[in-house]
């Protein structure tokens, strides 16, 4: 594998292939970046699809082509977006800072014990910026769990391995502590600048709010775990009910008609309603209370208190039970016609076969309709073409 022979080379790759890298990084958990899409991004350049895979930037998977794990991880850290949560290296970190430590004990040279004390520095802030990272990981991995996984089982499973991870950060947590304020405080004394003074009580700080914030996931884990557990109860119980109804032995096998008896739902009563009396003052002493009294009596005078009027007789028409027609285009029997077809959408909607003729307007309104209503199935570029005066955006089946 070629390596790049400079930084300079480097970024000009990363700017040069910025739609292609975007696109599969987009697309890294469904794995359906094409030979033909990246063709496509890359300008139909066959030497740069080589040049990539020859600099190990991305890699040929059959049909699909997948961005290497090292440019996958690096985007995912830059940008935040990870999932993994890595305890490992913390405690990789902390090796690391008590190896660092020991250097500058046993160094004599003042630059060398300069240069393992910036070394500390930077493993005590790469220590507090990862376990905070993994807490945030952690807490979106804990959500999406929830929400997202529909199967009880391994939702239960999932959460009680991350739970697993909660308990390894806040270790990690209590061991860094542990290591600057008892295993190593006479180098923290010794060597104690402005400098690391102020990195330690960063530091310090980060370290606590990640811990307060484990002590909240703990809390939120134990109520989706309980959550799960009620909801796989009444599920059994909602299971059992069907099969004695549909076994027409519900009421024989069970107490069903006494607990309904027993109970009284707010929600199946009559709405009550309550009058409001006014005062005799308010109506004598009062424009509010004589404007009612106008109002009353204009009703008693049209004989809409007395009498309720009666409504319309209905017409003929209205009687009439011809059924109607109602023209309308079926979006969703487009919407898979259109992922079959292998065209963009504006042009698979301008030149399809409608059972009546169709003015231009409608078939743009019928294009943003399909693309705003189906759009995690569709591909929207970057690329935007022109249609006489209307410039539209390239969709294509995801």
Known sequence: MAAFNNIDELI???????????????NRKNLNVRYDTARELVEYKEERILYLIDHGVIHDSGDFFEMEDVYLYFFEEVLNVSEQINVASVKESIDSLNSAIDYYLL???????YDYLKHVRKILRNIAQTTFKNVIDLKRNIDNTYKNEPNYAIKKEKLKKLDEKRLGIAEMIRQTEILIDERQPGFFKLAMDVGLNNTVRDVKLQLTDAYHNLIELDRQIID?????EYQNRLLKKLRRVKYLRDQ??????TNVNQVLNSISPLWMENRPKYTLKLSVDFLRNTDEGLDALKALSAR???????????????????MDRAEKVLDSVNTLEMKNAFLASGEDLYT??????????LEREAKLVLFCQIASQYLPELNVCDNFALDNDIEYPLIFPA
Do not use: C
């Open 107 to 113: 160094e004599n040279s003042e630059q060398r014990k």
């Open 348 to 357: 698979f909607i301008r030149n399809y076969n409608y059972h009546k003729t």
């Open 224 to 228: 989706y775990l309980n959550l799960i």
């Open 248 to 253: 027409m032995v519900m009421e024989s096998q």
């Open 12 to 26: 000009r790759m990363l700017s040069r292939e910025k739609a292609l890298l975007k696109h599969m990084f987009a």
């Open 300 to 318: 008693i005078k049209t004989g809409v208190v007395a009498s309720k009027r009666k409504a319309e007789p209905l017409t003929s028409e209205f």
